[in-house]
C-alpha cells in the first residue's frame, strides 16, 4: 500500500529532520541542569551561611589600635653653609622617614619598651572552645624570675583549691621550650614538661631546674580555673613587631601612622603608648650623648686640676707667710699680669693641641661614640665643628639602621660612604689644626721666654713670689675655665627636647577589624551555592553518558528523528497494553515522521540497532511494530539478536523455533512464524542459540527470506544485534528501507556516537537515523516529550477523551505554561 501523497525524496537537498549543528549554550538548560538540584543547593547555602554565623560567633575579635608620630626634620648644624660649600652637601644630619620607620619596628626598641611593661604572662579564661586571652583585672597574678631558666611557650593550667592552694597541670607537655637569660635569643627544645608536684600555696615560691616563679592571689574565687603562659621578652618582641604596622599619611608628609591589630585593646594602647614614650626617650639619649661625654671628659680633667690647684694655693700661702711678702711692686705686677695673659694663651692652646690629637686617634681608631664636640675645647673653627656635629649624627644614624639592616643592605652601605666622607675631611682638617696649633704654641712659648728674662731683673723675693702667684693662676684658670664649659653642657642637656612628638595617643575602634561579620557571612553563603554548583558541574563534566538530547544532536552526524520517553508500565509493550500513555504517543509521532523518511513506499522494512546491549533497541523496535499493527498494517517483527534474544520473553512466547531454525535447516520460514496474539502483528523469532550465528545471517538463503517476507507484510521489523558488539549487523542494513540507532538517556556513553558517525561516514549507510530513549521526567533539558500530553475526540455528541500530564516542578510547569 502507498502512502498517499508521499513527496518524491531528493537526496541532493537537505534533509528536513536536520538539526542546527551550530555550537551554542542554551542558558535555559544549563539552569533547568542545576535547579533539579534544589534542595541540596539551599541546604549547602544554609550550611554555608550557618558555619560563617558560628565562625564569627567563636572567633576571638580583633581590633586596631592606632597612633601618629610627627617626624620633624632638625635644624640646620653650625656651620652648615661651609659645609655645604665645602663639598659635602646632603650628609646634614636630618631625620629621615624611612629611617624613623626602621626604628619604630626595630627589635632592639620593641625590646626595651616590654622591658618596662609586664607583658611576660599571658592569662586566659575558660570559654566554649578554646580559652580566650585576658588583660588587667587578673584573678591571679604569676611573678616570674626572668634571671633564672624558664620553660615558656605551654599552657599551664591553675584551679583555685581554696583562699590558700591551688592546682597546678600542664595541658600540652610538649608544648614547652626552655628560655635561657644568659642566650637569650636561642630557647632549646624539651621532650615533655612536668610540675613535681600537683598542690602548691598562694604567694610561695615554685621552683625547678627549669622554672621559677611565684602565684599570688588577686581575686579568684575557690574552684575558678584560670591558665597562664610565661613567654620570653625577646619571643613577644619578634611578635609584636610583625604585628605592628607603620607607614607615612601621605607620600610627602612627615606624619607616621602606627597600627597594632590585637584582641587585647587595652594591652594594645599600653604597648603603643609605652613604645612612642620609649621612642623619644631614645632619641633624647642620642641627642644628650655629646653633652654627657663633655661633662665626663670635664670631670675627667677636674680630677687632676683640682689638685695641682690645691698644690699650687698651698704653696703660694706658705711662701707669703715665710718671707712676709704679699704684694708685687709695680714692676713685677706688670710683668705678672703680660705673663698671666701668655700662660692663658699657651694653656688654651696646649687644650687644643691635646684635643685634636685625640679626635685623630679616634679617627685613626674607627671608634663609635665618645666624640666631644671642639667648641667645648676652645675650638671656634667652625667647618671643624659643623664636621665633628655632622660626624656624630651620622654615627647616631648607622646604630638605628644596623638594628633592623645587615651590612650589605643599600640603606646601610651608604650610610657607610658618608661616615668615610666626613671622616676623610675631618682627618684632612684635623692634621691642618694641629699644625697651626702647633706654630701658635711656639709662637707664645718665644714670648713666654722674653717675658722671663724681664723676671730674673727683679729681686729673688719677687721672683720666687711671681712664680708661686703664676702657677696658682694658670691652674686657677684652667679649673674655671672647665667648670664653666661643665655648666655649659649641663645646660645643653637640660634644654635638650625631642626632635619628634606624639601627636595622637593610642586609641581603638569600637568594631573589631577581625571577624568581618558581613563579608564571612557572604562568603559562607557563596561557598554554599559555590561548592554543590561546582561539584554538580564536575560530575557532569566527567559524565560519559549521554544526557542532554541537544548534545546528542550536536555529536551524531544524522537526524535525532524521534526521542521515547521513559517506560513507566510494567510490561515491555505499552502500545499494546496502554495506548493512552505518553510513551504511546512517541511511537505514534515517530510512525507519523516515516511518511516523510520514506514516501512512496507500498511496503516499508524497518531496522533497529544500538552500540550495545540495553539500550532499548528490543523495546523500540517491538513497540513500533505494535504502533503498525494498531494502524491496521500487516506487521511482522523479526528477531534477529541470535546471541541474546529478548523479544519471546516480553511477547510470552517460547522461543523453540526461529530465524536460526530456518537458516540452518530446511524448514521453510513461514513455518517459524509465530502469532503475537495481538491482530495484525506476528512474530519470528531468533530461535535456539546456534555457535555461528554470524554465518547464518550471511547466508544468501537469509536474502531469500527476507525477499519473501516483504512480499507477505506491509512492514518489516528487524530488531538487529548491537552494531557496536557483533559484525554481522553492518550487512543487515541493506536490507532495510530506513534504519535506526538507538540510544538510551543516561546509559549510552557519549563515545558510542562514533559508532554511528563511522557507519555514515566509512559504511556508506544511508537512510539511518537516531532514536534517544528512556527520556527521563527528573531531567530538565526543555523537551516536551513524554513531560505531557493531551488530546480528545467526540463522535455523535459523545466524547471520549483522556489527559496524561506528569507531576513536573512548579519551574518546569511554568516554563511549559510560558511556551
Partial sequence: MMYPNSPQVNTNQQNPFLVNQEDEIDLKVILFNYLQYWPVILICAFLGTLGAYFFNRFTTPVYKVESTVIVKDEDKALGADIFESAGFAGLQGKSNIENEIGVLKSYSLALATLNTLDLNVQYFQEEFFTPRQIYGNYPVFVKVDWTKKQAVGGL???????????????????????????????????????????????????????????????????????????????????????????????????????????????????????????????????????????????????????????????????YRSENRIFNLSQEGSIIFEQLTELEKERSAAQLNLKYLQTLREYLNSGRNGDLVAPSIMGNSDPLLNALVQNFSELQAQRVQITANFTEQTPQVRDINAKIQSVANALQENVGSAITNTQNLLADVNGRIRMIERDINQLPQTERDLLGYQR?????????????????????????????????????????????????????????????????????????????????????????????????????????????????????????????YLSPQKENITLLFTSSISGEGKTFVSMNMASVFALMGKKTILIGLDLRKPRIAQDFGLTNDKGMSTALSSNISWKEVVKSSSYENLDVILSGPIPPNPAELLLQEKFGKIIQEVKKEYDVVVFDCPPVGLVSETKELFAFADVSFYVFRQGYSMKGNTQILNNLVEKGNITKIYGILNDIHMDKGYGYGYGYGYGYGYGYGGNTYGYHEEVQLPWWKRALRRRS
Fill in 156 to 318: 599551664i593550667k591553675l584551679e583555685v583549691i581554696d583562699d590558700a592552694s591551688f592546682e597546678l597541670s600542664i595541658e600540652d607537655p610538649e608544648s614547652f621550650q626552655i628560655f635561657n637569660p644568659q642566650d637569650p635569643n636561642f630557647k632549646s627544645g624539651m621532650e615533655s614538661f612536668t610540675f613535681p608536684q600537683t598542690v602548691y600555696q598562694f604567694g610561695k615560691p615554685i621552683s625547678g631546674e627549669v622554672f621559677e616563679f611565684t602565684v599570688e592571689k588577686v581575686s579568684a574565687l575557690p574552684g575558678e580555673v584560670i591558665y597562664f603562659r610565661m613567654v620570653d621578652n625577646p619571643s613577644l618582641a619578634l611578635s609584636l613587631i610583625t604585628d605592628l604596622s607603620v607607614s607615612p599619611s601621605n607620600k610627602q608628609s612627615s606624619i607616621l601612622n602606627l597600627s597594632l591589630e590585637t584582641p587585647l585593646r587595652r594591652m594594645g594602647v599600653d604597648y603603643l603608648n609605652k613604645l612612642m614614650d620609649t621612642y623619644l626617650q631614645r632619641e633624647l639619649e642620642e641627642k644628650n650623648r655629646t653633652s654627657e661625654n663633655t661633662i665626663r671628659f670635664i670631670d675627667q680633667q677636674l680630677s687632676g686640676i683640682t689638685d695641682s690647684l690645691r698644690g699650687s694655693e698651698n704653696k703660694l700661702q706658705k
Fill in 471 to 595: 702657677q696658682f693662676t694658670i691652674n686657677e684658670n684652667i679649673y674655671i675655665y672647665f667648670l664653666q664649659k661643665k655648666a655649659e653642657a649641663e645646660i645643653t642637656m637640660a634644654s635638650n627636647m625631642p626632635s619628634n612628638v606624639i601627636l595622637d595617643y593610642a586609641k581603638s575602634g569600637q568594631q573589631p577589624v577581625a571577624p568581618k561579620r558581613s563579608l564571612n557571612l557572604l562568603i559562607g553563603l557563596i561557598l554554599g551555592l559555590i561548592i554543590p554548583i561546582g561539584l554538580i558541574t564536575v560530575k557532569d563534566f566527567l559524565n560519559t553518558k549521554i544526557e542532554d538530547p541537544k548534545d546528542l544532536e550536536k555529536q551524531i552526524k544524522v537526524p535525532l528523528i524521534g526521542m521515547i520517553g521513559r517506560n513507566n508500565s510494567d510490561g515491555a509493550l505499552p502500545v499494546l497494553n496502554n495506548p493512552r500513555s505518553s510513551v504511546t504517543e512517541s511511537f505514534r509521532s515517530l510512525r507519523a515522521d516515516l511518511t
